[in-house]
């Protein structure tokens, strides 16, 4: 097999700086994500890598920068270190609650919202899913949302979710913030959405048979006649 | 001036002149001569005999045929006493596999699902450019499958793409009946853009989270019906019964190394594809899972593969900045109106030509001395962005493509003014395990769906049709295996094939290169080297 990629210098430039991953200090060259850093620096990665293209949040790492005394989330996959910096994989694993329901049988899917996430209106909005999301989405505001109703915004709000997790641990009244959105979102599109005309129409014509007869004679052509009758000018 | 800005500006001022430029798709026999000379496809020396096995004598690339004849982690003498018997065991836990989970679950089978990762850890997450469905009114289902076919160069299974096409709406007003939010126009209409090689609009869309939104949705639902989900727990061997049929699997929880064995009546295998394989020695869009692993365990017990030597270079990965090298920079650019441009400021191609077309195009002018080199000495052509904003309105990339104004943001680009340079990456693998219209291998009882299956999308697949492959045929296995596990009882657990494949290794005087499924890429840098980065306290 080819020899494995250099993955783990991709980005790498000459400069030498120092981060600390898990409490101890390495020395490695600067312009690398936090994941290349773990492998440059001998880390067997297994949970805490996901898509490595920042759209799962498997990869979620808690990390504080020199001189700054706060605690910061960001996908490693998708973050330089830098000189300084002190991070580790926080492998986004909250053994959370996920309520369980059936989109298609609910009555109300507003008011349901209190009966699967009553802890949703108890928000004291102290803004720590907001400061924890590497996503940059107003948790909160959505969270608010939600309670009063406005599922399209939130839909749109949590369009860039990825589902990391990180609002869950750090919230005082725990909710898990990002799967109340998950709920208010689906039934947006399930339920309080109409479904679309264009779509219905094109399947009441599959399902009443107007393309049969095409089919028939499609799939009854060889390789050849089948070039000949996919030619763009037909 | 630095010749990276000097190019950049060219871009910038060219524009004009650019936009009154037409480029015709290309002619079939133009298209034949350009793919011969550059596509990755095509280059023989990197392709090797494959030497045992259904696909004996054909060939595939260096890295498939190794995979294809490498031994198997299990010894032969395994005590194979299953710790869980189920109706349907289905591996993966991207959107194939979720729907197919879905799907038999809802036809009353036993169900489980096992996944290498995490649940949603895949492929799926990450698609961004859109789903095909024909639903606008100048367009058909035939009309699609003719579009399908000439991006394939007419070597897909007839009878898989009129499957595809056909039952693509139902797939879709399935997704949005489990709350999939794809993007609609002013009437509530869905609304459609145009992908490469597609004469009519038909991609839905979520923004550019098509893939995160459906598998986000999916895993909820997976969840909400209570499906039990083993994660970080791969398959590493097939089992079979004495007469070949496939009657479960041995999975390894990756925490602690423990093998764990599974009886199962149906097998469905939606484990993705092998962009982590970095054929040909190119980067990829992949996630970290993508290792081929259902061609070679579905191999090993004897099923056919097709068109396991054709994989698609995504024109448009990006170059630049270096940490975002391989990562995919969506079609939907172009499919909205972004140009191709070369060092010297000129286009080289329709920008909307098949997949295959467009790579090659890049490479040749890369090739040519006409592409821009980066600072760490990868090559690329510019990908115009910010024509978007200008053709279709001020705001026009923050509202289509944050996801992708996200990831640049980070390197410090704007991509609502700059420009980007793009080279192909490794995407995806057209063919894979051979199935019928049911989903259904060469092998009783294994089922194979999604980007692991192969026959579909001919030698070079339509942008968005993976999306829909996904629910079509996750859907189409999902039932077929439900309904066989009803008709019987559980197989005999065996791993008589891998005895088997042992032998026939031997026989043909083979030594296996390696152990597989591979699992995970070793990224991990060389002992002593990464020793040397203690730093000593
Ligand atoms: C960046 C990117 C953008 C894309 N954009 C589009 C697009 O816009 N439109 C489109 O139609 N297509 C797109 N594609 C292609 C499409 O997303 C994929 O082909 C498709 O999602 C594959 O789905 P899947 O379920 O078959 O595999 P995946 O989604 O990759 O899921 C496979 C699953 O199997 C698991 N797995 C792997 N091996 C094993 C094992 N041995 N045991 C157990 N589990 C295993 C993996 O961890 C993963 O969870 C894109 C692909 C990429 C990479």
């Given at each position: 097999m080819s020899e494995p990629m250099s993955e783990s210098t991709i980005g790498a430039h000459g400069k030498t700086i120092t981060v600390e991953i898990m409490g101890r200090p390495y020395a490695v060259p600067e312009g690398l994500t936090m994941l290349r850093a773990m492998w440059y620096t001998g880390h067997e990665v297994v949970r805490g890598a996901g898509c490595l293209g920042g759209f799962c949040g498997a990869c979620a790492a808690t990390y504080r920068t020199k001189d700054d005394v706060r605690l910061r989330n960001a996908l490693a996959c998708q973050t330089l270190v830098e000189d300084g910096m002190s991070f580790y994989?926080?492998?986004?694993?909250y053994p959370n609650r996920k309520a369980v329901y059936d989109l298609d049988t609910i009555s109300d899917p507003k008011q349901e919202l209190f009966k699967i996430?009553?802890?949703?209106?108890?928000?004291?909005?102290?803004?720590a899913c907001t400061e924890a999301c590497p996503q940059g989405i107003d948790v909160r505001d959505g969270v608010w949302k939600a309670v009063f109703g406005d599922f399209a915004k939130v839909s749109e709000m949590f369009m860039d979710c990825v589902m990391c997790g990180q609002c869950i641990p750090v919230c005082i009244a725990d909710i898990a913030p990002n799967h109340v959105a998950l709920y208010a979102s689906r039934a947006q599109g399930a339920r309080l959405t109409a479904p679309p005309q264009n779509l219905a129409l094109r399947v009441t014509e599959i399902q009443s048979g107007k393309y049969a007869a095409e089919w028939t004679r499609i799939l009854s052509m060889n390789e050849e006649e089948l070039k000949i009758a996919a030619q763009p000018s037909k | 001036m630095d010749p990276i800005e000097e190019s950049k500006s060219q871009v910038l001022k060219g524009r004009d002149e650019r936009r009154k430029l037409t480029i015709p798709i290309q002619t079939p026999t133009d298209k034949d001569r350009l793919v011969h000379a550059y596509h990755p496809d095509y280059k023989k020396d990197e392709y090797h005999p494959i030497r045992l096995g259904p696909n004996a004598g054909e060939r595939t690339v260096r890295e498939v045929a190794e995979l294809l004849e490498s031994d198997s982690s299990i010894s032969a003498d395994l005590d194979l006493t299953p710790q869980y018997c189920v109706d349907v065991l289905v591996v993966g836990g991207g959107g194939a596999g979720a729907t197919a989970a879905l799907t038999a679950k809802s036809q009353g089978a036993n169900v489980l699902l096992v996944t290498k990762l995490r649940m949603g850890d895949s492929n799926t997450v990450m698609a961004q450019g859109g789903m095909q469905v024909a639903i606008t009114a100048d367009d058909s289902p035939v009309t699609h499958f003719y579009d399908t076919l000439r991006g394939g160069h007419h070597k897909n299974d007839p009878n898989l793409l009129k499957v595809l096409v056909d039952e693509g709406p139902m797939a879709a007003q399935w997704l949005i009946g489990l709350g999939v939010l794809f993007d609609r126009d002013e009437s509530g209409n869905l609304k459609t853009k145009k992908g490469g090689g597609s004469t009519k609009p038909r991609l839905l869309t979520c923004s550019d989270y098509t893939g995160l939104e459906i598998m986000r949705v999916l895993k909820d639902e997976v969840l909400n019906r209570q499906i039990p989900i083993l994660e970080f727990s791969p398959v590493v061997e097939l089992l079979t019964d004495p007469d070949g049929r496939c009657t479960g699997a041995v999975l390894k929880n990756i925490d602690n190394g423990q093998l764990i064995v599974v009886e199962a009546k149906s097998v469905i295998l939606a484990t993705g594809g092998s962009?982590?394989?970095?054929?040909?020695?190119f980067p990829t869009s992949n996630h970290y899972g993508a290792t081929g692993d259902a061609l070679v365990l579905a191999y090993r017990v004897g099923a056919k593969l097709a068109h396991a030597d054709t994989f698609q270079y995504h024109p448009t990965g990006s170059v630049f900045p270096e940490q975002l090298a391989g990562a995919l920079v969506t079609e939907g650019i172009r499919s909205d109106g972004g140009h191709l441009v070369n060092l010297n400021g000129k286009r080289f191609v329709n920008e909307l030509d098949t997949r295959d077309v467009v790579a090659a195009a890049i490479i040749r002018e890369c090739a040519q001395g006409r592409g821009v080199k980066t600072p760490a000495g990868r090559v690329g052509v510019w990908l115009d962005v910010p024509m978007i904003d200008l053709l279709l309105g001020e705001g026009s990339i923050t509202k289509r493509f944050p996801a992708m104004v996200r990831q640049f943001e980070r390197y410090g680009i704007d991509i609502r003014k700059e420009p980007v340079l793009i080279y192909p990456t490794l995407?995806?693998?057209?063919?894979?395990v051979a199935i019928d219209v049911h989903g259904q291998s060469q092998v009783e009882g294994l089922f194979v769906a999604g980007e692991a299956s192969g026959g579909l999308h001919g030698r070079n697949r339509l942008m968005g049709n993976s999306l829909l492959d996904l629910i079509v045929f996750g859907k189409r296995a999902g039932t077929a295996a439900a309904k066989r596990a009803k008709s019987g009882p559980a197989g005999k657990l065996t791993l008589s094939h891998v005895t088997r494949f042992r032998k026939e290794l031997e026989k043909n005087g083979i030594k296996p290169t390696r152990v597989a499924p591979i699992i995970l890429p070793d990224y991990v840098r060389h002992e002593e080297i990464a020793h040397a980065a203690t730093v000593k306290q």
């Open positions: 994989l926080n492998f986004s694993y996430y009553p802890e949703a209106s108890l928000c004291r909005n102290c803004n | 962009g982590r394989l970095h054929i040909e020695g995407h995806y693998q057209n063919g894979g």
